[in-house]
């Protein structure tokens, strides 16, 4: 999964890091198996059609969700006094964006299958995914610890595109940008609606919990690409396009861009309970 999530056409995402090993925790047996009871769940609720947000199932599968702890995954929570407080959010120019990306961020495959994938991203503080889409994928996410700043988008539909300098910059209205933390509501992201394009930045040590169906798949059509957004000012509307409703501080141009090759991830150990399939 992790090949697919981060790769752009011939570019593959996948930089390993010499760093301080990741800190796993040894699973509480104790504890029912959460991700077993997740597991379950995905199986039977994602069939191949897009979920229904009021559905039965999907609001079942947003709260056991809710409920994972870190021990539940096998992973130790963060200290959050970490000597690394990096940019934060505020007064971050696109050019020192690359000291953050630099940070590497540890990625644990649970399980992937034709219809799912679920995985866990842990954030060194002031690493950044930075905006990425979904397409046709619905997301569920859960932040395990930490918290966690994320921006993020919906094309405006029908699509409105400028073209300026051989760049092609499509108009996406922001849905969220704020901070999350365990206590948040459960993100959830559709193919249309809840923010399909979206970026982290980790204002602390974090970790989030996803589920995503269906999982990236570059052979029919569902690969990752990477963007740059700008303020609606930044390109004019095209003659005969009506103006866009609401404050234009709400709406963004989205440039597509090369996947960022400061962008370091590295594969940790899943350690949490053993899936039974």
């Not at 992201?189 to 040590?205: E, I, Q, R, V």
């Amino acid at each position: 999964m992790l090949s697919r999530l981060f790769k752009a056409g011939e570019k593959v995402l996948f930089n390993l890091v010499n760093k301080k090993d990741f800190h796993m925790a040894s699973s509480n047996t104790e504890n029912p198996p959460k991700v077993q009871e997740l597991y379950e769940l995905c199986k039977s609720t994602f069939t191949g059609k897009a979920p229904s947000p009021a559905s039965t199932p999907v609001q079942k599968l947003c709260s056991l969700l809710d409920s994972v702890s870190p021990g539940d995954v096998g992973i130790e929570e963060e200290a959050q006094d970490d000597g690394d407080r990096g940019y934060g959010v505020s007064g971050v120019s696109r050019v020192n964006r690359v000291g953050r990306w630099a940070q590497p961020i540890t990625f644990l495959d649970i399980h992937e299958c034709d219809t799912f994938t679920m995985c866990v991203f842990c954030f060194p503080t002031s690493s950044v995914i930075p905006l990425h889409d979904h397409p046709e994928m619905t997301v569920f996410s859960k932040i395990l610890y930490g918290s966690l700043h994320v921006k993020a988008y919906d094309w405006v539909e029908p699509p409105c595109v400028v073209t300026q300098d051989k760049s092609q910059a499509r108009l996406a209205k922001l849905v969220s940008d704020k901070v999350v933390t365990p206590q948040s509501e459960l993100p959830v992201l559709y193919p249309k609606t809840g923010g399909n394009l979206h970026c982290f930045t980790a204002l602390t040590p974090c970790a989030v919990f996803d589920i995503l169906t269906p999982p990236y798949n570059e052979s029919v059509g569902r690969s990752c690409s990477y963007y740059m957004d700008y303020p609606f000012s930044t390109f004019a509307l095209e003659k005969g396009v009506k103006s866009v409703e609401g404050k234009e501080d709400e709406y963004a141009w989205l440039v597509q861009i090369d996947t960022p090759d400061e962008l370091h991830m590295r594969p940790g150990s899943y350690t949490g309970p053993t899936i039974q399939v």
